[in-house]
Structures are given as C-alpha cells and as structure tokens.
C-alpha cells in the first residue's frame, strides 16, 4: 500500500483565492489510474484551505465565536477542492471516495492524538481508494486546530504500514536554499542531521511558512518507522505514475539514520 500527499501547490494556483490547477488534476488522476496501486491519497490545501483559515485564526485554537464559521468555511473550502479531486480520480476510472478528516480526527496541540482507522482500513480491503486532505480539527487542546496533510500523510503511512510515503510538490526535492529565492543544491538524501545543518547554516534554507521543513519533519517520522519517503515534484509529467511503480526518479530520499 502506498501514501500519496499531493500538495497544494501543485493541485491549485496558491496566490491566486479557490483556484484549482484542473489540468494538473485531471493529468495526475490519469497518472494515478494507470499505476492501479492500492493507494489512499491525501491533497494539501492551497489556496482552498488556507486563505480562510489564517483569517480566523483557526490553527491557533478557539478564542472567540465568531471563528465558529471560520472553521466551518474551512472545512468547506477543503470539501469543495476533495470534490474536484474525488471526480477527476472518479472519471478517469479510479474508485475513489472523499473521506473527510475532521470526522475522524482529534489532535492534541496540533498532533493526532485520535484516529478512527476502521472505515479508511474497510475501504482499502475493498479496493476503494480513500481521498482525505488537511482539514480544521478539533483539539484537547486548542478547541480546535488545522491538522496539515504532511503530518495526516505520515501518520497514516505508519498506522496502515504502507511500503512507500511519496510528497508530491511543485519542485524536485529539498534543496539547500529554497529554489525560489536562490540556487540552490537538490539534496538526494535527507536525514535528521542534515536538516539540523540546513536550519544552521543558512537561513535561506527554508521558505517563511515552514512549509518544505514541517514537511521534512513529517517525513522523517514515518522514516523513522521504516516507510520509504521521497519527496519529488509532481509537477513533471509521469513522474507519480513512476514512483507509484517503484521506478527511479528525481527527488530527495528522507531516511532517517539512527547512527546520523
Ligand atoms: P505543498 O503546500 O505543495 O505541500 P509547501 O508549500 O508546503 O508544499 O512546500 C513546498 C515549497 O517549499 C516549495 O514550493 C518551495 O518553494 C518551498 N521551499 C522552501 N525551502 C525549500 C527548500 N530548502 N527546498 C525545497 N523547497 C523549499
């Protein structure tokens, strides 16, 4: 079984509110269709889940009522984008089903602390193939929180013991510079110590919103449990249909190396 996090730079256009990329979408459907891997596949949130979550505050927790339909419409705007996903994959013959994390899901502190995994496990052993996606929580915490599709990714790679955790985003890999503000180094092989060298030694390491380290981080926690992760850009074409095959490709491997 394979972990397909597809992020949501790559599934939608991230400056621009509610865009979808539906070509994008449409083409890695049919990438995913031809593989025929058992699979479950989660997307990030683009420019669906997080405009509106950052203007109520959501991932901070609950403060005030009124952030009651901010929750709700990011929810919402997470539904609508899983719609999009869900039909492509649907249309192009794959057998798939929305499955909605805030109905499964209690973090603590923004990590998973609840997961019912007897629905997601039933599907699988039936040959669905469940589609989930970073969604507004609740938390034991918080209230409530985002819980992002890295961290549900990794999790569920763990919990179901997938084979292979694949990060598809819209660059090769992890660099040693952030390749949109510099040139940079793809790094093959990423383990704990050369993120540690990478937060050190160059600020320019990684983008303000954390989002290629907290993925690493992420990533690193299911290559510590023996899943095999990459990281790769799923924005080349035929690239997703290779790595569900278990064939070569451009990336960045993340192992994690107790000895590192
Ligand atoms: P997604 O939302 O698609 O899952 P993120 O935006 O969270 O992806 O992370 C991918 C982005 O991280 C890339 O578009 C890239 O610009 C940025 N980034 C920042 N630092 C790095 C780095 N050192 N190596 C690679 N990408 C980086």
């Given at each position: 079984m394979i972990v397909l996090k597809l992020g949501g730079s790559v599934i939608t256009v991230k400056d621009k509110p509610m865009t979808p990329?539906?070509?994008?979408?449409?083409?890695?459907?049919?990438?995913?269709?031809?593989?025929?891997?058992?699979?479950?596949?989660?997307?990030g949130g683009g420019s669906y889940g997080h405009p509106v979550a950052s203007r109520y505050g959501i991932a901070g927790g609950y403060r005030s009522e009124n952030q009651l339909r901010g929750f709700a419409e990011t929810h919402q705007a997470m539904v609508k984008l899983n719609t999009l996903i869900v039909e492509a994959l649907i249309e192009a013959g794959v057998p798939a089903i929305g499955v909605p994390p805030s109905s499964l899901i209690i973090t603590t502190d923004g990590r998973i602390t609840k997961l019912e995994l007897q629905v997601i496990r039933g599907m699988l052993e039936m040959g669905l193939t469940p589609v989930l996606y970073g969604d507004a929580v609740l938390?034991?915490?918080?209230?409530?929180?985002?819980?992002?599709?890295?961290?549900?990714?990794?999790?569920?790679?763990?919990?179901?013991?997938?084979?292979?955790?694949?990060?598809?985003?819209d660059v090769d890999g992890v660099y040693t510079k952030d390749p949109k503000r510099g040139r940079g180094k793809l790094l093959e092989r990423v383990t704990?110590?050369?993120?540690?060298?990478?937060?050190?030694?160059?600020?320019?390491?990684?983008?303000?919103?954390?989002?290629?380290?907290?993925k690493v981080e992420e990533?690193?926690?299911?290559?510590?449990?023996?899943?095999?992760?990459?990281?790769l850009n799923a924005m080349r074409e035929g690239i997703i249909l290779k790595a569900l095959r278990g064939e070569a490709v451009r990336?960045?491997?993340v192992v994690f190396d107790a000895d590192d």
């Open positions: 990329r539906p070509e994008a979408i449409r083409r890695l459907a049919g990438e995913i269709a031809e593989a025929g891997a058992k699979l479950i596949l989660i997307h938390d034991t915490r918080r209230g409530f929180t985002i819980l992002s599709g890295d961290q549900l990714a990794s999790r569920l790679a763990v919990e179901l013991g997938a084979e292979r955790l694949i990060y598809g985003v704990p110590s050369t993120l540690k060298e990478l937060e050190t030694a160059s600020p320019t390491a990684f983008d303000v919103t954390g989002g290629m380290k907290g990533a690193l926690r299911a290559a510590e449990m023996g899943v095999e992760v990459v990281i990336g960045s491997w």
